[in-house]
């Protein structure tokens, strides 16, 4: 102990009155800083400050309790999220030795266990070197899809793998490729362990395609050991595992052999994205530190629960207090965050009353019990409507009325000369897909580019089509593949779709079309052709020293490729390739090999290339890299899903696929179809009402990132239902009377 409570509260506001982020804690928030021992729920409405809640909890643990840091089990929901806390806490941590608060320099601030529950148990496991866990692989989504269309039996056709029927019977739909038979088998496979599916009663199920879905899970992960790999879900799996065996409690209570101390308290942000093998930790944790202390802390937002698809379940946080009495025999301190220190009062009176007045959102059990509205703790002098529609006749009318705003307001002087924001980064358009296509985003990047407005779309999963990544592809094709085996339609074993055969041409001709135009490049030239003459030359059989990446990389040393790596859009672009062929090459571990029949390498391992490799960019697509201490590119408007939204903030945010009404996906069904395999069965509300409680929570994330103006934007103003929603009165909000009775300005 190094501070009374006061001391604690006066110390820190004078150490950190200066520092970016931090603010005066109030009333709530203190209450939740000062609980120490027993279960806490925090209900964290948006912009209430629950970052700074938590890095002030843990310095109140720390330097008022005296707990150890080393004690403290605190995860986050990203890496990105995990990285931006500890970096705050390090800052505040050296604020307070700058005040001269020199009792606590001995305190070791970097020995907090603080990560994604993903990455802690993955450390933990190794240096516990459980059950040989330190020997295997923790695959990334790229590697495991390789692994999947490589090792995984239910991903193969015909005999070998599952019926067409099967597939209808889960996803209502047969899969229309290999990679599309790759992406259903990892949700389901994926679905099962972290849903703490029981795989002994699906394999004494009455339906024989759950039967044959255990089958092919306990395939899955024999196929996982012989190969020393793992997933991000059986991270956690072995992670339970590992809590419920002597190890685990020694890790829990204390290792005395390793002078590891015991942990103390256990406290998750973004509770709501819990899924259900997750919780099952945090309780096993909780038990196992002490079930009659139940130091367990959850913060988080059920109206702000985006990641169904992903397994999490919104009820975690929900029923938390149910939940903790049933398994502890206590009832949690349950504190509600409601002041809201980001957006202007009329922009918070809106989205009140948009999530309380859904008729879906009135439901028991809908949200958290007894939560308020969140109120204003921001002091406006301007008196203004900060919300405002934009309707146009078509998608295209829309974009160039929503381009012809942006335009206007980056452009506008006041009387004073003085601009509404400093930079066109402070606009942002949301969208449920930033594709640029004609049903997404596309027009209205097209509008606005015509208008010669900058825009930054990172994740429109198109960045191998642009030309720097094809001449890349394209000099790397040359030398693996120079006598175009891909364009051979009689070859049995290549059988490269027309789909991967387009885009390897399009990437030859980006390549020959660099060559024949720029000067400077004889390093590059001279290494392709003395690769290919090197792959001429060698006898049949012959096993080079090098493997895909390697080859890559060599590229990279030749100009203009070494000069783009200085660029900062087109550096990180070829990192995301470099990354994407060493996943591939973990996987197939494809030392090139010299054909006996052609002077090339060996025709599988082209087929790999092209089919594997080429497949997988064509079939997810491939986002730029985000900055994770700068998500925001300066000078351009920002083009961003409603999901990449959370966690960030902007002055002016524009909403977009407005009419889009809720639909019935594929995570619904599945989650209803193996709930009763569960350890612990559930009763869920129809697949429906869940689809559109999420569909008014992701409207519902996007209204809350608004400071100052909040615009919608779309067509058919009369289907903005789960867009806009229903006043006190059930009065429609989509309504063109309602809007202009109460003065919000209607741009058609």
């Avoid at 707990?67 to 990285?83: G, H, N």
């Avoid at 790596?565 to 090139?592: C, H, K, M, W």
């Avoid at 087929?607 to 997810?620: A, P």
């Avoid at 590119?633 to 977009?656: A, C, D, M, N, W």
Wanted: with cysteine; hydrophobic share 35%.
């Amino acid at each position: 102990m190094f501070w009374t409570e006061d001391e604690f509260i006066k110390n820190m506001r004078n150490a950190l009155g200066w520092v970016k982020y931090s603010r005066q804690l109030n009333q709530e928030q203190m209450s939740a800083v000062l609980h120490t021992n027993g279960p806490l729920w925090v209900l964290a409405g948006p912009g209430s400050g629950k970052t700074e809640l938590l890095i002030w909890k843990l310095f109140k643990l720390i330097f008022v309790d005296g707990v150890d840091p080393q004690t403290i089990f605190l995860t986050t929901f990203t890496e990105k999220a995990a990285k931006n806390m500890f970096n705050r806490i390090i800052t505040y941590y050296n604020n307070l030795l700058k005040h001269g608060f020199d009792c606590i320099k001995n305190v070791d601030i970097s020995s907090l266990k603080i990560g994604t529950l993903h990455s802690l148990c993955n450390s933990i496991l190794v240096e516990y070197r459980y059950d040989n866990y330190h020997t295997k692989r923790l695959m990334d989504e790229n590697e495991s899809s390789y692994f999947f269309y490589k090792y995984v039996t239910m991903t193969k056709s015909g005999s070998q793998g599952p019926s067409d029927y099967f597939w209808e019977y889960f996803f209502e739909k047969r899969p229309y490729s290999k990679w599309q038979r790759v992406n259903y088998s990892k949700i389901l496979l994926s679905r099962i362990t972290e849903d703490l599916i029981d795989v002994e009663k699906l394999q004494n199920s009455d339906d024989i395609f759950m039967q044959e879905l255990a089958e092919y899970y306990i395939q899955y992960k024999q196929s996982l050991n012989h190969r020393d790999r793992c997933d991000f879900p059986t991270v956690q799996q072995l992670f339970l595992k590992f809590l419920n065996e002597e190890e685990g409690e020694k890790f829990i209570q204390g290792d005395m052999e390793r002078d590891l101390p015991p942990i103390k308290y256990v406290l998750v942000d973004e509770y709501q994205d819990t899924n259900p093998i997750q919780e099952e930790i945090y309780f096993r944790m909780t038990e196992l530190i002490s079930p009659s202390d139940c130091n367990i802390t959850v913060v988080g937002d059920d109206d702000q629960a985006m990641y169904r698809f992903r397994g999490a379940t919104v009820d975690s946080l929900i029923f938390f207090g149910e939940r903790v009495k049933e398994r502890f025999g206590k009832i949690p301190t349950k504190i509600q965050l409601k002041r809201n220190y980001r957006s202007h009062p009329a922009i918070i009176d809106w989205f009140n009353s948009y999530i309380a007045n859904m008729p879906e959102m009135q439901i028991k059990g809908a949200r958290a019990p007894g939560k308020e509205r969140m109120i204003s703790a921001k002091h406006f002098q301007e008196n203004w409507n900060p919300i405002a529609i934009i309707e146009g006749s078509s998608l295209t009318d829309t974009a160039e009325k929503v381009a012809e705003f942006i335009q206007s307001i980056i452009n506008f002087r006041d009387e004073k000369n003085e601009k509404i924001i400093d930079d066109p980064s402070q606009i942002v358009i949301l969208s449920q897909s930033t594709r640029e296509t004609s049903r997404n985003v596309g027009s209205f990047v097209e509008s606005l580019r015509r208008r010669g407005v900058p825009v930054y779309n990172p994740r429109n999963r198109k960045i191998h089509e642009t030309t720097e990544v094809k001449q890349l592809l394209g000099a790397y094709i040359e030398i693996i593949d120079k006598n175009n085996s891909e364009l051979s339609e009689n070859d049995h074993v290549l059988r490269i779709s027309t789909r991967v055969k387009d885009f390897i041409q399009s990437c030859r001709r980006e390549y020959q079309n660099l060559i024949t135009s720029q000067g400077g490049i004889d390093k590059l030239l001279n290494y392709v052709s003395q690769s290919q003459l090197k792959i001429e030359s060698a006898p049949p059989n012959k096993k080079f020293d090098a493997t895909f990446h390697r080859i890559f990389l060599r590229l990279l040393n030749c100009p203009p490729f070494s000069e783009y790596l200085s660029d900062p859009v087109i550096s990180p672009r070829y990192g995301i390739i470099s990354a994407q062929i060493e996943a591939f090459n973990t996987v197939y571990s494809n030392y090139l090999v010299k054909s006996s029949t052609i002077n090339s390498l060996k025709r599988n391992l082209l087929r790999d290339f092209y089919t594997v490799f080429c497949g997988q960019i064509l079939n997810s697509g491939l986002n730029d890299v985000e900055d994770i201490d700068y998500p925001i590119l300066p000078g351009r408007v920002q083009i961003v899903t409603y999901h990449q939204s959370k966690g960030l903030e902007f002055p002016i945010v524009i909403l977009l696929g407005l009419t889009k009404q809720y639909r019935v996906g594929i995570s619904y069904k599945l989650e209803r179809m193996l709930s009763e395999y569960r350890k612990n069965p559930l009763q869920l509300e129809s697949d429906e009402l869940r689809a559109a409680q999420d569909m008014i929570r992701l409207y519902y994330v996007g209204q809350t990132r608004a400071k100052y103006c909040l615009i919608f934007a779309d067509k058919e103003l009369n289907k903005w239902k789960y867009s806009l929603g229903f006043d006190e009165k059930g009065e429609k909000r989509f309504s063109l009377n309602w809007l202009e009775n109460n003065n919000i300005p209607v741009y058609r």
